[in-house]
């Protein structure tokens, strides 16, 4: 709010008699002073890092960072998979680029249907018939062709060499690997490089991916889309009983969009716009939360998280009611963010007692979306600012595995609304603006964001989570504006999500006090406390007022900041 303006302007001029700026050294994630890039993996951060400082721009290690996710970070990086990417130019110049996924054009509304209606389980999760048509390498090399500075060969060699010479699986993978390692023998009918075979700390060599890579080299996108890697995509998701064919790869594009941007405070807000519903959400959130003064209450304090959760419902009340692909259907977006709108979904929110959820009307949450997401943000030399979330969707996507060049291909068609007007297995409501058609992309939550302050690059940021992305975001973005956090401070931080059905509060548990869970719980809001888990894992850097870069990445994952 305001009052933080005049806050941080006094504990600037007063620190050395009040030490009003309590945070250490040890507050700050990496510092750097001319580039950084954050991701899910040190060893993708490490080679996006080496691309500028050979000279390249963030447009280069955006390609390499993506790629290198793909080597070391499986279960969502990938080139199966899809994404979406925000930017900011040195010179103020905005955009996005959205490369996600889209249905095969044999795809049908009741393809997930039995005869009598009923989704059957487990068909638009798992294996061929779950499969969307790939977006990642037409986004990556859309985005290099018009703003790369360096080769696509600079860019993909040093990717080929990690994997030809391997990276070391950590103790969090190698239990990843395990948890999944029968539904992998039972998709693919053997034994696949990734598994229960391997243990943390092995080096894991990945050759099949790095001749995937050597084609990409030398015969571009092409090589994915109508080549040698897409004959064998087809080959594998046919023979498997999918439904993409060759012309769905080669009718497939990357899509230029506007993004979503509105101001917050002294802030300007640039995010992704649809078909993800990040940017939409995340202006609605912050126009309901922007009258109260968060700055004046204390961080995750009762009232704090009284004033986010009522936003947070009536905020995916609207989120599948009206969203979709644009290219689809008509979406209103100037009603649904308009001053006075969001005005009056909050005039009945009360301190006093949680508004119940059969009060709000519309709304419903698309399909069941991952949490298995991987979010990267890279700042470069030149002022050039991105942030970028792909994912296969759920962990390993389909968990059909290309045996003949080692990547996985996405089950992204289960974020489409299966059934519209009904709950899923996961008790997720489907809506018909999200229903299933051929070449239509699906709804996400994906939320990368970047934020400009006084006209200046100030902050980039996203995570995985799924449903939980939207708040995840929002929440840290809030802890660096409105309680001073540094930017590791804040994505550390713990969080908090409500998504207006199931009629709950997500926390974690194990960071929120028992008489903070008794209170909510004494003003009406239900806490499940059986979901122990972390919500999101937040990579984001900031910019300092010493025009240093700060890297914040999440402890939850074996994210890290690397910089120079």
Same mark, same amino acid.
């Given at each position: 709010?305001?009052?933080?303006?005049?806050?941080?302007?006094?504990?600037?001029?007063?620190?050395?008699?009040?030490?009003?700026?309590?945070?250490?050294?040890?507050?700050?994630?990496?510092?750097?002073?001319?580039?950084?890039?954050?991701?899910?993996?040190?060893?993708?951060?490490?080679?996006?890092?080496?691309?500028?400082?050979?000279?390249?721009?963030?447009?280069?290690?955006?390609?390499?960072?993506?790629?290198? *996710?793909?080597?070391?970070?499986?279960?969502?990086?990938?080139?199966?998979?899809?994404?979406?990417?925000?930017?900011?130019?040195?010179?103020?110049?905005? +955009?996005?680029?959205?490369?996600?996924e889209k249905a095969p054009r044999a795809a049908e509304?009741?393809?997930y249907l039995d005869s009598l209606g009923q989704i059957i389980k487990? #068909?638009?999760?798992?294996?061929?018939?779950?499969?969307?048509?790939?977006?990642?390498?037409? +986004?990556?090399?859309?985005?290099? !062709?018009?703003?790369? #500075?360096?080769? =696509?060969?600079?860019?993909?060699?040093?990717?080929?060499?990690?994997?030809?010479?391997?990276?070391?699986?950590?103790?969090?993978?190698?239990?990843?690997?395990?948890?999944?390692?029968? @539904?992998?023998?039972? =998709?693919?009918?053997?034994?696949?490089?990734?598994?229960?075979?391997?243990?943390?700390?092995?080096?894991?060599?990945?050759?099949?991916?790095?001749?995937?890579?050597?084609?990409?080299?030398?015969?571009?996108?092409?090589?994915?889309?109508?080549?040698?890697?897409?004959?064998? @995509?087809?080959?594998?998701?046919? %023979?498997?009983?999918?439904?993409?064919?060759?012309?769905?790869?080669?009718?497939?594009?990357?899509?230029?969009?506007?993004?979503?941007?509105?101001?917050?405070?002294? *802030?300007?807000?640039? %995010?992704?716009?649809?078909?993800?519903?990040?940017?939409?959400?995340?202006?609605?959130?912050?126009?309901?939360?922007?009258?109260?003064?968060?700055?004046?209450?204390?961080?995750?304090?009762? #009232?704090?998280?009284?004033?986010?959760?009522?936003?947070?419902?009536?905020?995916?009340?609207?989120?599948?009611?009206?969203?979709?692909?644009?290219?689809? @259907?008509?979406?209103? =977006? !100037?009603?649904?963010?308009?001053?006075? /709108?969001?005005?009056?979904?909050?005039?009945?929110?009360?301190?006093?007692?949680?508004?119940?959820?059969?009060?709000?009307?519309?709304?419903?949450?698309?399909?069941?979306?991952?949490?298995?997401?991987?979010? /990267?943000?890279?700042?470069?030399?030149?002022?050039?600012?991105?942030?970028?979330?792909?994912?296969?969707?759920?962990?390993?996507?389909?968990?059909?595995?290309?045996?003949?060049?080692?990547?996985?291909?996405?089950?992204?068609?289960?974020?489409?609304? %299966?059934?519209?007007?009904?709950?899923?297995?996961?008790?997720?409501?489907?809506?018909?603006?999200?229903?299933?058609?051929?070449? #239509?992309?699906?709804?996400?939550?994906?939320?990368?964001?970047? @934020?400009?302050?006084?006209?200046?690059?100030?902050?980039?940021?996203?995570?995985?989570?799924?449903?939980?992305?939207?708040?995840?975001?929002?929440?840290?973005? *809030?802890?660096?504006?409105?309680?001073?956090?540094?930017?590791?401070?804040?994505? %550390?931080?713990?969080?908090?999500?409500?998504?207006?059905?199931?009629?709950?509060?997500?926390?974690?548990?194990?960071?929120?006090? !028992?008489?903070?869970?008794?209170?909510?719980?004494?003003?009406?809001?239900?806490?499940?406390?059986?979901?122990?888990?972390?919500?999101?894992?937040?990579?984001?850097? *900031?910019?300092?007022?010493?025009?240093?870069?700060?890297?914040?990445?999440?402890?939850?994952?074996?994210?890290?900041?690397?910089?120079?």
């Amino acid at each position: 709010m305001r009052t933080t303006i005049l806050k941080l302007f006094l504990c600037t001029i007063l620190l050395t008699i009040f030490n009003c700026d309590s945070r250490s050294k040890d507050d700050f994630g990496v510092i750097a002073e001319s580039a950084m890039v954050v991701s899910a993996r040190e060893e993708a951060s490490k080679i996006g890092v080496e691309i500028m400082k050979k000279g390249g721009n963030a447009f280069d290690a955006m390609m390499a960072t993506e790629l290198a *996710l793909a080597v070391v970070h499986p279960s969502a990086g990938n080139i199966g998979g899809g994404g979406f990417l925000v930017f900011r130019m040195a010179n103020g110049e905005t +955009g996005a680029l959205d490369y996600r996924e889209k249905a095969p054009r044999a795809a049908e509304k009741d393809m997930y249907l039995d005869s009598l209606g009923q989704i059957i389980k487990g #068909k638009s999760t798992i294996g061929a018939y779950a499969i969307g048509v790939p977006g990642t390498i037409a +986004g990556i090399f859309k985005a290099h !062709k018009r703003y790369g #500075k360096l080769s =696509v060969e600079e860019v993909i060699t040093p990717v080929i060499a990690l994997a030809e010479n391997g990276f070391s699986i950590t103790e969090k993978q190698q239990a990843r690997f395990n948890s999944y390692d029968s @539904i992998f023998k039972v =998709v693919n009918g053997k034994d696949i490089l990734f598994g229960s075979q391997t243990k943390a700390g092995d080096v894991l060599a990945n050759p099949d991916l790095a001749e995937a890579l050597k084609l990409l080299i030398s015969e571009g996108a092409d090589a994915f889309y109508s080549g040698t890697i897409g004959e064998a @995509i087809v080959d594998r998701v046919q %023979s498997n009983g999918g439904i993409i064919t060759l012309e769905d790869l080669m009718e497939y594009d990357a899509v230029w969009r506007d993004p979503v941007e509105f101001e917050y405070d002294n *802030l300007k807000v640039i %995010s992704m716009s649809p078909p993800s519903s990040g940017g939409i959400c995340l202006q609605q959130l912050m126009g309901m939360i922007e009258p109260f003064d968060l700055d004046k209450y204390d961080h995750n304090s009762l #009232k704090a998280v009284q004033v986010i959760t009522e936003a947070e419902k009536r905020t995916y009340a609207d989120r599948n009611f009206f969203l979709g692909d644009p290219d689809f @259907i008509d979406i209103p =977006v !100037k009603e649904m963010t308009s001053a006075s /709108y969001l005005q009056k979904r909050m005039e009945d929110f009360s301190f006093e007692q949680a508004t119940p959820v059969n009060d709000i009307a519309h709304g419903a949450i698309a399909g069941y979306e991952s949490e298995e997401t991987t979010h /990267y943000s890279i700042v470069d030399p030149y002022g050039n600012a991105l942030a970028v979330t792909t994912t296969l969707n759920g962990s390993y996507g389909s968990k059909l595995f290309v045996d003949e060049f080692g990547f996985f291909l996405n089950n992204q068609m289960d974020d489409f609304s %299966s059934k519209p007007g009904e709950p899923n297995y996961y008790g997720l409501i489907g809506a018909e603006a999200n229903s299933i058609e051929g070449e #239509k992309r699906m709804l996400s939550s994906m939320t990368p964001t970047i @934020i400009e302050r006084e006209g200046e690059f100030w902050m980039s940021v996203g995570t995985p989570g799924g449903s939980t992305i939207i708040t995840s975001v929002l929440q840290t973005i *809030l802890n660096v504006h409105e309680y001073n956090m540094t930017m590791q401070q804040a994505v %550390s931080a713990p969080r908090f999500h409500n998504q207006w059905l199931p009629d709950e509060i997500r926390i974690e548990t194990t960071t929120f006090s !028992k008489a903070m869970i008794d209170s909510l719980r004494a003003k009406g809001y239900p806490i499940d406390l059986n979901r122990i888990r972390d919500l999101g894992r937040v990579d984001g850097i *900031l910019k300092l007022d010493d025009g240093a870069y700060e890297g914040g990445a999440d402890p939850r994952g074996d994210d890290t900041a690397v910089g120079f």
